[in-house]
């Protein structure tokens, strides 16, 4: 029944592949200990992971649906590369955002629901500060204040 | 704007020790400005999601592709053991159960979906269905025996 597919599901397993291969060398799993996660070690693993893609991409040996993912995605990482690798010489520094959008997210359905509205933009441009200050000392405030 | 946004932050006086942002130019650009010597980090997750978009896309056109021809004949299926549900009694109706439960198997398995940029909703669905597969030949085995 699902044979047919068998060829084109392997080539896009191939090209998840290369997404998961870079998020390995991102998120630092990696190393053995915690201190070998550094800008220079993660730059340096994912610089020479990214030569080997680029000679694969330069090998002709693709498909040409994998040579298009692969040139979108060589041309992306190298677009973006220079503020990729920041975050691990700081100490408790994010390398992802998610957190955060998840957190404000999660405020504004909340506050929609109290306000009763569908749209809440002119809920949000009249109390938007207080509930971004309440909220923040819910999380925080109230624990700093305790101790 | 961006920079009129990012005032109140400012004003706060506290020492900003990096920043996180998606790829947004107009962020990427006051950040530089207001704060030009601290780190300031692309979320990992936007960069790999950009990366991938036409590999997801590939892998949601599949999916499309595979569901399309099943997804007809499971409904009719279905609809076809219900039927015979409510007539059906003793092994015929424990038969037609595991086969209601299989159909059903079917209808979820090419409807699971995906998020970019990890989880790809044409390998799960074509996964699923290999694994109905290989337990629907497997019981037709041991029918035979």
């Given at each position: 029944m699902c044979h047919r597919w068998d060829s084109s599901i392997e080539q896009v397993k191939r090209m998840r592949a290369w997404v998961l291969a870079a998020e390995h060398i991102l998120d630092g799993s990696w190393a053995e200990r915690e201190e070998e996660v550094t800008n220079q070690q993660v730059g340096q693993r994912f610089d020479a992971w990214y030569r080997e893609l680029q000679a694969l991409a330069q090998s002709g040996m693709l498909h040409d649906d994998e040579q298009h993912c692969l040139a979108h995605f060589l041309q992306v990482l190298a677009h973006l590369r220079p503020h990729l690798i920041h975050c691990y010489d700081v100490a408790q520094f994010p390398r992802t955002n998610n957190e955060m959008e998840g957190y404000i997210r999660a405020i504004k359905t909340r506050y929609r629901r109290i306000s009763g509205r569908k749209n809440w933009d002119a809920y949000l441009l009249r109390y938007g500060r207080r509930v971004a200050y309440y909220e923040w000392w819910a999380r925080v405030g109230s624990t700093s204040a305790e101790a | 704007m961006m920079k009129r946004v990012l005032a109140p932050v400012i004003a706060l006086g506290v020492p900003v020790l990096g920043a996180i942002s998606d790829a947004q130019e107009s962020i990427q650009?006051?950040?530089?400005?207001?704060?030009?010597?601290?780190?300031?980090?692309?979320?990992?997750?936007?960069?790999?999601?950009?990366?991938?978009?036409?590999?997801?896309?590939?892998?949601?056109?599949?999916?499309?592709?595979?569901?399309?021809?099943?997804?007809?004949?499971?409904?009719?299926?279905?609809?076809?053991?219900?039927?015979?549900?409510?007539?059906?009694?003793?092994?015929?109706?424990?038969?037609v159960a595991?086969?209601?439960?299989?159909?059903?198997?079917?209808?979820?398995?090419?409807?699971?979906?995906?998020?970019?940029?990890?989880?790809?909703?044409?390998?799960?669905?074509?996964?699923?269905?290999?694994?109905?597969?290989?337990?629907?030949?497997e019981v037709k085995k041991k029918g035979q025996q």
């Open positions: - | 650009l006051a950040i530089a400005e207001l704060w030009p010597t601290i780190p300031h980090q692309l979320c990992q997750f936007h960069v790999l999601r950009e990366a991938s978009r036409p590999i997801y896309e590939q892998d949601r056109k599949l999916k499309v592709e595979m569901r399309k021809p099943i997804q007809e004949r499971v409904r009719k299926v279905r609809k076809q053991l219900e039927q015979q549900r409510q007539t059906a009694t003793g092994p015929e109706a424990e038969q595991v086969l209601a439960d299989y159909a059903l198997g079917v209808q979820t398995a090419i409807n699971l979906e995906g998020k970019q940029p990890f989880d790809y909703a044409g390998i799960a669905v074509y996964d699923a269905l290999i694994a109905i597969q290989r337990s629907l030949e």
